[in-house]
């Protein structure tokens, strides 16, 4: 069915058989073909090297596996907790991220529960602190966990209702978007909402983004043939939007919920009216793609792009028009435009939740802190060995003292997340768990979990405070998002394999 990029292991009529990961079409892929810039013949060439580094990983670890002998007794531990410290010492650091915890026992009387122990192989500030990760670990099983199925092909964003703390709208590449009321653990689920896409102005059915207003009574979706749509929650199609001429990539509402922002692959931003359909003005400054889009509030939004620049906007209410606010340093580089020394498309912005500052990452292995009242960033935060495709800043009240650290979470192609108090640049706690790329990160509306979910199946969810890994599930299909609920009962990832994966956190939340 064309979703399949290129496999090279054996075929044969005996047995099922089973692509390689690498081999799958991920999210960043497809947003690279549509973009059809030079960056992506040189981002296939950098996969395929990468692919063969994991293939060499994935030779090493039988071979490493017998060599580790199990074993109840403190002393074996020690020295196995020992052999894996001085592995990643000697440069082989890498070959040891992503393993997921194995089963430990303790005796010849044991017997095998849901809780592993995890070692302290962890470091936080660049390696120069070991990070707190003794504990127990909950794998999460199967029947632990609400699967929505029904999707036809692979679900690509997910987004619970602000208001309704168990509807949640899931999009997919099956040309629909989903709404879901997800039950209790053990009962049946009803019945989705189906919110057809077609007809379709291309050939490409995907329902890339969407995002419910602050009422939780309007949804907006966002297609990949560069449509743009307003529903309510009982599935009524309010307006199709059709300005743009290329795939929509990100789509968000104001704060007040007046206003419908959207970002395309066609260089442009539009804002649209979401009581009437209609656009409000469209914005072409950006000379290549638009990966993403974010307001500070109701008239300050902000956009970034391939083309390796930020721009900042202010609506301006008495003309019912957007002006520029101001060229954020140009690039993504540094200060000045001239600094052409770092040079790679901006994949992400995300605003404060006070409004004061905006985080952006990039291809270059950074992120930069913004501030609308200066030109230049107020930080830059190193860190990443390759490049960031996600951040988001922790939850934070408008009641909070102005001295507690302002934590933002990166995740990055390096298999790891980093937790940083941002103004300062300083990294907290580094995350390590997965094999693979970490394409989504969502705190828990408390901030004291973080869920982490990457193309390796496997979803992760730490105490944000400590750095330690709680609970962790693998399923079987890459995780291109994951999204706590309102309430922080509730955690929604959306998956390679056609589900919507629910797991229940009431637990950890208590």
Known sequence: ???????????????????????????KHRRDESIGNPISNKRERKDDKRAQKEQKERDKRPRRDMALIPSSSPVASAETTSHQTNSAANGNASSLQGQPPQPQTNGPSSTTTNDVAVSDDMTVNGGDEPATLHGHVHIIQPEEVIVLQGHDTEVYSCSWNPT????????????????????????????????????NLNDNKDVTTLDWDPSGMLLATGSYDGQARIWTPRGELRWVMTQHRGPIFSLKWNKRGDLVLSGSADNTTVV????????????????????????????????????????GWV??????????????????????????????????????????????????????????????????????????????????????????PRILATASFDATVRLWDALSATCLHLLRNHSGPVYSISFSPDAKHLATGSFDEVLNVWNAEEGTLLKTYRGNGGIFEVHFNKTGDKLAACTSNRQVVILDMREESS
Request: hydrophobic share 30%; charged share 25%; net charge negative.
């Open 315 to 404: 609506n301006d209410a008495n003309k019912d028009m957007a002006r520029p606010r101001g060229r954020l340093a140009g690039n993504h580089d540094g200060v000045k435009q001239y600094h052409y020394w770092l040079r790679d498309e901006v994949n992400a912005v995300r605003w404060d939740p006070t409004g004061e500052y905006l985080a952006s990452c990039s291809d270059d292995k950074t992120a930069k802190i913004w501030s609308p009242s200066q030109d230049t960033w107020v930080q830059e935060i190193r860190g990443h060995e390759m490049e960031i495709y996600s951040l988001q800043w922790a939850p934070r009240s408008s009641l909070s003292s102005p001295d507690i």
């Open 1 to 27: 069915d064309g979703s399949e990029k290129e496999c090279n292991l054996p075929f044969t009529l005996i047995g099922p058989h089973r692509c390689e990961k690498t081999a799958v079409p991920n999210k």
């Open 272 to 311: 649209w009216d979401p009581e009437t359909g209609d656009m409000k003005q469209q914005f072409e400054l950006h000379e290549k793609a638009i990966l993403d889009v974010d307001w500070m509030d109701n008239t300050i939004f902000a956009s970034c792009s391939t083309d390796k620049t930020i721009y």
């Open 164 to 199: 309704v703390p168990n509807l949640i709208a899931s999009g997919s590449g099956d040309a629909t978007a989903r709404l879901w009321q997800v039950p209790q653990t053990g009962m049946q689920v009803p019945p989705p909402i189906v919110l057809n896409h077609l007809p």
